[in-house]
């Protein structure tokens, strides 16, 4: 990896076990959830489609596209994210 990539991996594996805990990113929050539900739905059509998540994070978003049926491969530089976000698929099976 080069050192951009580098740094912004590490930056974020800082960040992971702590990420979700802010209001607007771990979607904890119904009224934020289904705010985000609501825009995500406004931008891709109804039918199931494969949604590439590039910088899945904790995979929140990639988890409520998901829920409404879609098909999605997160992926995302920071190790820790990615291992978060795997946590959040097993957790919501």
Do not use: K, N
């Not at 930056?11 to 607007?24: C, G, K, Q, R, S």
């Amino acid at each position: 990896m080069c050192d951009l990539a580098t740094a912004v991996a590490e930056y974020w594996d800082a960040a992971a076990l702590t990420f979700d805990a802010e209001p607007d990113h771990g979607l904890r929050a119904e009224h934020t959830r289904a705010a985000w539900a609501r825009r995500l739905a406004s931008w891709l059509p109804p039918g199931p489609v494969d949604v590439l998540d590039i910088g899945c994070g904790t995979g929140s978003l990639s988890l409520l596209l998901a829920e409404a049926g879609h098909r999605v491969t997160g992926v995302d530089l920071a190790p820790r994210m990615v291992e978060r976000a795997r946590g959040s698929w097993l957790r919501s099976i």
